[in-house]
């Protein structure tokens, strides 16, 4: 079994920047694809990025596309999403995934965090 836990999140101007963390235990998450997702209250919970193990590729979804960043350091087995140009829009909740399959991108993962809470004031 694997865990994954994410740090970094905080409440923050418009504008401002945030890096989130994740990191995963257990051996094979540097060979699972990794993800972000977020959850604001009263919305469905929807994919922000995803990059493969090899760190190539990353994913974004159109509304985050030029302003966050996804990466990931497997000898750390920790994975970031840099997060630039907030807007009050990306308050939420963030949660970490990871999956087997080697697919960055929305769909079922196999392994969540707990979330670490976002929020952008105007």
């Known amino acids: 079994q694997g865990q994954l836990v994410e740090s970094g999140g905080g409440l923050v101007q418009a504008g401002d920047s945030l890096r989130l963390s994740c990191a995963a235990s257990?051996?094979?998450?540097?060979?699972?694809?990794m993800g972000w997702f977020r959850q604001a209250p009263g919305k469905e919970r929807e994919f922000v990025t995803a990059i493969l193990w090899t760190g190539l590729s990353p994913y974004y979804a159109e509304s985050v596309k030029g302003r966050f960043t996804i990466s990931r350091d497997n000898a750390a087995n920790t994975v970031y999403l840099q997060m630039n140009s907030l807007k009050p829009d990306d308050t939420a909740v963030y949660y970490c995934a990871a999956r087997r399959a080697l697919l960055a991108g929305p769909g079922p993962y196999d392994y969540w965090g707990q979330g670490t809470q976002v929020t952008v004031s105007s």
């Open positions: 257990g051996r094979f998450f540097s060979t699972y694809t």
